[in-house]
């Protein structure tokens, strides 16, 4: 289910956007909206999970003190 939000953007950002909705086979801005927000989510939840394993990892290989 989509929600219908409002947001303001730079208007250099929003040609842009319009200038690469074919490259990123999008037919409208929401969709290249959605696809920007979905990437950045997983990049942003990739991070915070490599984060996560470099401290666990850190934890096992520190001595118990």
Do not use: W
């Amino acid at each position: 289910k989509k929600t219908k939000v409002s947001f303001s953007i730079d208007e250099r950002l929003l040609r842009e956007v319009s200038n690469y909705l074919e490259q990123a086979d999008c037919r409208s801005r929401s969709e290249f909206f959605m696809k920007a927000v979905e990437f950045y989510v997983g990049y942003l939840s990739f991070e915070n999970n490599k984060t996560r394993s470099e401290e666990h990892t850190s934890e096992l290989q520190s001595p118990n003190t």
